[in-house]
C-alpha cells in the first residue's frame, strides 16, 4: 500500500494537456509520502498549497514533475516531492528517485495543483 496524494481528474486532465507525456506509459496521477505494509494505514493531512515548479526527465524514458507541498520540494527522506509524469517501456515508477538523484532538474513555474490525501 502507499500513502500520498491523488491528483484531483480535472486537474489530471487540465495538467495532461499542459505537459504532454513524452513516453508512452503515463503515470501522472499522484505524489507519494511512503509505502506502508499495514491494511488500516491513515491518509496523510490535507496540502494548503502544491505546484508544479519543474521538470526533470533522462533522455531515456522517465520523465517527472517536480512539485512544491507547502512551499517546498524536499521530502522527509531527503528526496524530493514528485509526480513521475511518463516512462519508456521497460521503466519504472521508483527510477524517477534515482533520475532526480543523479540529474538536476528545470525550475519552471507550471502552476498550482489539487490533490487529495489517499491510501492506495
Known amino acids: 500500500m502507499t500513502i500520498g496524494w491523488k491528483i484531483e481528474p480535472e486537474c489530471r486532465n487540465i495538467l495532461l494537456n499542459r505537459f504532454p507525456p513524452r513516453y508512452g506509459k503515463v503515470v501522472a496521477d499522484h505524489i507519494t509520502r511512503r509505502a506502508v505494509h ?24 522517465v520523465e517527472a ?4 507541498l507547502n512551499g517546498s520540494t524536499s521530502r522527509p527522506d531527503g528526496g524530493t516531492w514528485h509526480i513521475t509524469w511518463s ?30 490525501p489517499a491510501v492506495w
Open 65 to 68: 514533475l517536480v512539485v512544491a
Open 38 to 61: 499495514k491494511a488500516n494505514s491513515a491518509p496523510p493531512p490535507p496540502i494548503g498549497n502544491a505546484r508544479i515548479v519543474g521538470r526533470v526527465d533522462d533522455g531515456e524514458g
Open 87 to 116: 516512462l519508456a517501456e521497460g521503466r519504472a515508477a521508483r527510477e524517477t528517485n534515482d533520475v532526480l538523484s543523479e540529474k538536476p532538474w528545470e525550475p519552471f513555474d507550471g502552476g498550482s495543483i489539487q490533490l487529495r
